[in-house]
């Protein structure tokens, strides 16, 4: 049901057969993980918020490409708070090539192999929570982070996940000028981040997808 993919820029990527869907994009996962989740995400934020540190949600923790690269490009000390419904099977997150490619393999192993439900120091910068739930039923909390990646599958395969009602939750969770990016630009999409409450704008896609989200809690 799951397979290994090579994407476009040579890091590795899976596929769902049965909903006909990849993590990342078949252009390049690695590419596009760097631009959407960390340039226009992580990074815009603490570039914004020198020497403060943020706490990061993510929706679909996956192969573990957007933590990883979190770690890698941290400039901070960082909580990392991440949801998944359907954790990949361990004999195919050891063939993907994130932690080679970042040079970041040691941590890479280490954040797989940390439990879930419990929130695990990989090194003194970086510390992980994974969740094995569904987002839709998870309790986010109030006024809890800054920087939040909108990383679900499509709407078209899970509806629930891009809904007013669970942007509200997260708007919710989310501290003051929190950023949230996704890779998804539909149009039901930036109408119920706005309804929910967020200041959305356009930016301009990775290789193959011509636009990208970034949505702002301003206050
Ligand atoms: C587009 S993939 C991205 C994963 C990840 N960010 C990565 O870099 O590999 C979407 C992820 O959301 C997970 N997912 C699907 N439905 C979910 C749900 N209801 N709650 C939490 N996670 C879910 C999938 O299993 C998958 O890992």
Redesign the pocket.
Known sequence: MISLIETKDGSFSLKRSDLNES??SEYGALSE?KLVFIDYGFLYWCNNNPNANPNVL?????????AIATMKFNPAKVYYET????PVPVELIQKLNYGKLLSMEKEFETMHLSPWEETVEIDNTFSISKHHT???NYDFGNERFDVVYL???SPDN?PE?WTIDFFKKIYQSCRANAVLTTYCCKGIVKRALKEAGFQIEKLPGPEGKREVLRAIKRI
């Open positions: 993590y990342h993980t993510e929706i679909g923790f996956g192969s573990g490409l957007n949801i998944e419904l359907y569904a987002a839709q990383d679900a599958f899970e996940l």
